[in-house]
Nanobody, 118 residues
Framework: QVQLVESGGGLVQPGGSLRLSCVASGSIFSINAMGWYRQAPGKERELVATMSSSGRTTYADSVKGRFAISRENLKNTIDLQMNSLKPEDAAVYYC????????????WGQGTQVSVSS
């Protein structure tokens, strides 16, 4: 079994910063893509940023230039540095990983709330 545990959410004022962290643990042979998704109330879950095992990144247009994803493969961690936060960034943020155990499977964390309000 594989678990993804997120941390770092909270309440921040517009223009502020937060850093989200996620660690994967369990019977992991390797991890392919890792990333972050978010879901605001009444909206579908959307991609925020992902990083492949080789370091290739993908960002949603809405966060380019403000968010930065980083990954430590040896520690099975993925971080998301969020700067210049806007009210529209408020959502539950989910860590995601494509993990190879005896097969490849996608896993999700439990989610962490990010609120942006003055």
């Amino acid at each position: 079994q594989v678990q993804l545990v997120e941390s770092g959410g909270g309440l921040v004022q517009p223009g502020g910063s937060l850093r989200l962290s996620c660690v994967a643990s369990g019977s992991i042979f390797s991890i392919n893509a890792m990333g972050w998704y978010r879901q605001a109330p009444g909206k579908e879950r959307e991609l925020v940023a992902t990083m492949s095992s080789s370091g290739r990144t993908t960002y949603a247009d809405s966060v380019k230039g403000r968010f930065a994803i980083s990954r430590e493969n040896l520690k099975n961690t993925i971080d998301l540095q969020m700067n210049s936060l806007k009210p529209e960034d408020a959502a539950v943020y989910y860590c995601n990983a494509v993990v190879v155990t005896y097969r490849e499977r996608q896993y999700w964390g439990q989610g962490t709330q990010v609120s942006v309000s003055s």
